[in-house]
C-alpha cells in the first residue's frame, strides 16, 4: 500500500521520537554484570512516623491504585499494526526459503521499517545471533513449532567481543530486539552454555533480551542457565511460553505479564526464578505471572531483589516443592525489604505455602491482586489482539 510523503515524515518523525525516549530510559539501566552495586536507600528519619508496615502499606495501595488506573506514566498510548504487509521465508535449504538466516531476512528490511512484516522460519536448527535494530518496527517472527524451530548460540559474558573486550550479559544474547511491536510465536531462542558451577564469574548467558515496548510471545520457548531471559525494558506478554534456566533466569526491569507459563529450574544447588530490576519508586515495572507453574531442580527462590524497588507476583500459579520456604532473597541488603513488593494469590503445590514466608512477603487479598491479573497490568488492551 503506498504512502504519502506527509505520512511517512510523520511516521519517521515518531520513531526517531520513540528512540530519543527509550535511549534516555536505558541509560538508568543498570546491566545484570554488576551484581555488586547497592541500590536507592531510605533517608535516616523517613520512617520516624509510621512504621514499616504502616509505610509498606501506603507504598502498596498507591502502586495498587496506579497500575488499576491504564495510565502507565512512563508509556504511551500504542497503535499497532497486526495484519502483515508482506511475508519472508527463511529454510536451511536455498530452494526452499527467500534466506538461509533470520539475520539476513532483518538485514532485507528497509532502515526504517512501518509496516508489519512476517518472518516465516522453517523447520530446523539455526545457529546464529540474530539482532533486529531500533527503527525496524513491526517484525514478526513464526516458526513451524517451538519443539521444530530452534534458534541457538553459545556466547556468555566473558565472550570476547569484536573490540576484544568481553561482550557482558547485555551482548550474550543470542536473540536480541530493539524495535518495538515484535511479536514471536512457536519459536525456541536458546543460548546453549550449560550449566555453571556455582559462584562462576562471566557466565551469564541470555538466550533472548527483549529491549523495546509491546512485545509479545506465543507458545515460544526461551533455553538457557544462567540469565536465560533479560525481559529488559518496555511491555511485554508471554503467553503460553516455556522458560527454563537456574539462576536469575527471567530478569531485567520490564513491566511483563506471564500467562500460562511454565517455569523450569534446572539449577544443580541454588537457584532463583526471577531478578526484577525496578529502581525507583517512579518506575511503573514489575513481573506478574498467572495460571503459571514453576517446576524443576535445586532449592529455588521465587524472585532475588536485584532492584531496590523490584516487584513480583505470582497468582493461580503451581508451585513444585523446589521452592525454598522463605521465597525471596534481598539481594544481601536488608533495606530493600522495606521497598520491594513480592507476593502471592491463590498459588497451589507443595512449593506454594505461604507460612515459611520472609516477612516482608504478602499474601495478597483479592483487591490486592486484581490489578495483576488481566492484561490491564501491561495496557495490553491497546496493542494486544487475542
Known sequence: MAISNSHYILCVTIAILVIVVQNSRSAYCRHHDDDTRKGIRLRNGLLSNMSRIEFSEEQFMKWVNFVGNLNHSMFKAAKNKLFASYTLHVDNNPALGDFTSIQDAIDSLPSINL???????????????????????FVTIEGAGADKTIVQYGDTAQTPGPNGRPLGTYGSATFAVNSPYFIAKNITFKNTTPVPAPGAIGKQAVAFRISADTAAFYGCSFLGAQDTLYDHMGRHYYKDCYIE????????????????????????????VTAQGRSSMLEDTGFSFVNCKVTGSGALYLGRAWGPFSRVVFAYTYMDNIIIPKGWYNWGDPNRELTVFYGQYKCTGAGASFAGRVSWSRELTDDEAKPFLSLSFVDGTEWINL
Open 245 to 272: 534456566g537456574s539462576v536469575d533466569f527471567i530478569f531485567g526491569n520490564a513491566l511483563s505479564l506471564f500467562e500460562g507459563c511454565h517455569v523450569h529450574a534446572i539449577a544443580q544447588n541454588m537457584g532463583a
Open 115 to 137: 509496516v508489519r512484516v512476517l518472518i516465516k522460519v522453517h523447520a530446523g536448527l539455526y545457529t546464529e545471533k540474530v539482532n533486529i535494530p531500533q527503527l525496524k518496527w
